[in-house]
Every structure is written in C-alpha cells, then in structure tokens.
C-alpha cells in the first residue's frame, strides 16, 4: 500500500476528520488532504510524529511507497551537501575575517617627505632628503639611517592620523632630544598609538 493510500486509511481507522488530524500536528487541512491524494509527503520531524499518532514504525509507513523513499533519500543528500557548504561558508568567513584583523594589526603607516628649512640663528640644520637612506616601522619603532655619522637631533608631533619627525644635524649639548649614531636613529614611538597613524612625514631640507 503507497504511503498516501496508508495514511488515509489509518486515519479512518482511529475515526478522525482531516482537520483534525491536521490540528493534532500543527498544520492545515489542506496539507493532510495533500498528503492523502499523493501531491506531496510531510518533512521528516511530521512524518515521525505522524508515526508516533499512529502507532506504526516508519517502515511500515512507506514500505512499498518507492518514490516516498527516494524523497527522503535525496533530502538527505541535499541536507549534507547544506551542511558542507555551510561548513565552507563559515570556513571562507573566518579567513576573511582573520585576513582583515591581520592587515590591520600589521598594517604600516605611509612614509612621506615634507620640507622645512631651520633659521640660521638655531645651531642646527635639517638633514637634506638624499642623506636619509632609509626609514620603516617595526613594530613601535621608527628606524632612520642618515648618509654620515652624527649626532641627531629630533622632535615628534602627532596630529590624530599623522606623526611629524623632524631630523636635525647637531653638535650641541643643549638640543633636548640627540642621539649619538653611527648613520643609524631609533625613535620609540609607543606612547604615540601607530594603530591610529596613517602617516609619517619626515621633514627635511630641500635638495
């Protein structure tokens, strides 16, 4: 006997109406009539409570109702291929969330030259552009490497997404920040928040 064949008689047998038979598991009259002329099959959460209702495995419900078989059997296979690419959705999501922390975390700040020329009554000069070899961020430093060695002079301002270095040439015991190098200047940047900074600007003197 086919599935739908089976559920209407079963229904006669314990003497309830569509409707209420369709009140007992939540949905409407016109499902139960669906089911029992063939249109379509409960999902399998309704099939079992249908099972339970009356008092039949789920083998004998569908035993010889090959198409009812082969439904739940593609159901099934698309269920797992949901789940595999829901799987893989949450997969690519995670990478590109990670993706994005990672550039944020190690993302550096743009490095640009300015000009600024010192008056001559100060006992200092800028380092003109082609003495600065080389200046990166590593991590809360700043590292500068100057064509000659000498003593440096140097000051910082930060302006919410901006750091302003100044680089002096000096000599003098009185400059407030001067470090002895040779060609090579470390600056901590720590109290500065670089998370924040996009850009450096290295001021120096005109070619």
């Not at 000498?150 to 001067?178: M, T």
């Not at 200047?185 to 996009?198: C, G, Q, T, V, Y």
Request: glycine fraction near 2%; charged fraction near 30%; proline fraction near 2%.
């Amino acid at each position: 006997m086919a599935f739908h064949q089976m559920i209407r008689e079963r229904r006669k047998q314990l003497g309830m109406t569509q409707e209420e038979l369709a009140k007992e598991l939540n949905v409407s009259r016109s499902a139960i009539s669906n089911w029992e002329i063939g249109r379509n099959y409960p999902d399998i959460t309704t099939l079992i409570e249908l099972a339970q209702m009356y008092q039949v495995s789920l083998d004998e419900l569908f035993y010889d109702d090959i198409d009812l078989v082969n439904k739940f059997a593609e159901d099934n296979k698309k269920k797992e291929q949901l789940k595999k690419v829901n799987k893989l959705l949450v997969f690519l999501l995670l990478i590109g969330v990670s993706s994005i922390i990672y550039l944020f975390l190690t993302r550096k700040p743009e490095i640009v030259f300015a000009y600024e020329s010192v008056a001559n009554h100060f006992p200092m000069t800028n380092f003109k552009e082609e003495e600065i070899k080389r200046v990166e961020v590593k991590k809360d430093k700043l590292y500068l490497t100057v064509d000659h060695p000498q003593n440096i002079a140097y000051y910082i301002e930060s302006n919410k997404e901006e750091l302003q270095v100044n680089l002096y040439q000096s000599k003098q015991s009185k400059i407030d920040e001067r470090i002895s190098i040779e060609g090579r200047i470390e600056i901590d940047l720590s109290s500065h928040n670089l998370a924040k900074i996009r850009k450096i600007v290295v001021y120096s003197d005109k070619s």
